[in-house]
């Protein structure tokens, strides 16, 4: 297995990264994730822009898309798999224990993982912390990740692969690694951005196919909806069939397996849309 490491291809066994980078040290780092099928990446533009607009939001220099897109053909060339994760994180590099920033440039690595097909539906809790829709990180897709690890572990104890927040005025925000849909008489809705939710690229593209609205949700809706479902770049489309201890339809609702519909053939017919 071959990785990016600032500037060309490594051995996992050899590649390091200075233990004194940004990234690991304070978390002062940016990522994406991109699913790739057959060594060809999904949405990788809007990808990229969206780590550039995390980048900028951290302070950190505007990432080299030239180079980042040459990076992901050369791994995905490197390590052909059927179904792969591709990770492109972006730090701010070798810097001093503290939160100041050193002077030696970002960190890029570009590195792919193999997963599978994601199941059709899927149970979820809700947790008791918020996401901070005033916070300085509101909105990007740092690898500040730790209060996500904290939470998805909890929902793994309850037999859910999600956990999902509210902000602190208390509506609806986003799972620790998706955004949430809710269908109310017939309707789709998600929340805004100005929810603090992560402005996802599997959200935008659901949002533009479907016709679905931008709704600020109390937390509760998820007690009362018709059905709930999931988006990210590695689950797509996915159904919610329990929402703490609610059970929905084992089988995504009529709104919620037309979506599916819509997106898999969309996604299918282009692969940068």
Not at 50 to 55: G, I, N, V
Not at 239 to 261: F, I, Q, S
């Amino acid at each position: 297995m071959k990785i990016w490491l600032d500037g060309g291809l490594r051995d996992i066994a050899s590649a390091r990264v200075s233990v004194f980078d940004h990234g690991l040290t304070v978390g002062d780092g940016i990522f994406e994730t991109v699913k790739t099928a057959d060594g060809r990446p999904f949405a990788l533009t809007r990808h990229l822009d969206r780590l550039t607009r995390s980048a900028r939001g951290l302070g950190l220099p505007d990432p080299d898309h030239d180079e980042i897109r040459r990076a992901c053909a050369a791994v995905l060339e490197a390590n052909p798999l059927p179904l792969g994760r591709l990770r492109i994180t972006y730090t701010g590099g070798h810097g001093p224990l503290g939160s100041d920033r050193g002077e030696h440039g970002p960190t890029l690595v570009v590195a792919l993982g193999e997963t599978a097909r994601r199941p059709d539906s899927t149970a979820v809790i809700t947790v008791p912390w918020t996401r901070n829709e005033r916070g300085a990180l509101a909105g990007l897709k740092t690898t500040s990740y730790a209060e996500n690890v904290v939470a998805l572990a909890r929902a793994h104890q309850h037999g859910a692969s999600e956990a999902l927040f509210a902000n602190t005025v208390g509506h609806l925000c986003e799972g620790t690694g998706s955004n949430v849909f809710v269908v109310l008489d017939g309707e789709i809705h998600t929340p805004p951005l100005a929810s603090g939710c992560l402005a996802g690229i599997t959200r935008a593209l659901t949002v533009e196919w479907t016709g679905a609205r931008e709704s600020d949700l109390p937390l509760h809706v998820l007690e009362r909806a018709d059905e709930v479902f999931l988006t990210s770049s590695l689950r797509d489309v996915q159904a919610v069939h329990r929402v703490d201890d609610r059970e929905l339809p084992g089988t995504a609702g009529p709104v919620t397996a037309k979506a599916m519909r819509i997106f898999g053939e969309r996604s299918g017919a282009d692969l940068d849309p």
